[in-house]
């Protein structure tokens, strides 16, 4: 495990709000993808920041479902596990207590943002 950190990003024709969220991500972290099909150029935005792009349709228009499948794609590789809504950001404050976190931790846990 080379990053300790992964942000899940279910996303789904949102180039308006994407690149501002991919850039509060630090660097030291890790981002995955999934898309539902989009038509804009969401998936262009998102390979500038990430190898980790899975398109897969969504079967209900909950985006529940696209975060559960991403789950079991991560699990048990990393500490924190983040889900982030493709308009949402993170904050310096909320990276430092993350980081924080880690460097007293030596436990597995999964944070849901």
């Given at each position: 495990?080379?990053?300790?950190?992964?942000?899940?990003?279910?996303?789904?024709?949102?180039?308006?709000?994407?690149?501002?969220?991919?850039?509060?991500?630090?660097?030291?972290?890790?981002?995955?993808?999934?898309?539902?099909?989009?038509?804009?150029?969401?998936?262009?935005?998102?390979?500038?920041?990430?190898?980790n792009f899975i398109v897969r349709e969504m079967i209900s228009w909950d985006a529940g479902d696209q975060r559960n499948y991403a789950f079991n794609y991560v699990k048990?590789?990393?500490?924190?596990?983040?889900?982030?809504?493709?308009?949402?950001?993170?904050?310096?404050?909320?990276?430092?207590?993350?980081?924080?976190?880690?460097?007293?931790?030596?436990?597995?846990?999964?944070?849901?943002?």
């Open positions: 495990m080379d990053r300790e950190i992964i942000v899940i990003i279910p996303t789904l024709n949102n180039e308006f709000h994407l690149e501002r969220t991919l850039k509060s991500i630090p660097e030291d972290f890790e981002i995955l993808i999934i898309d539902s099909g989009s038509a804009d150029q969401t998936p262009a935005i998102a390979k500038k920041y990430t190898d048990n590789h990393y500490k924190v596990i983040m889900f982030l809504d493709s308009d949402e950001f993170l904050t310096d404050q909320l990276i430092q207590e993350l980081r924080s976190l880690l460097s007293n931790s030596s436990l597995f846990f999964n944070i849901l943002v």
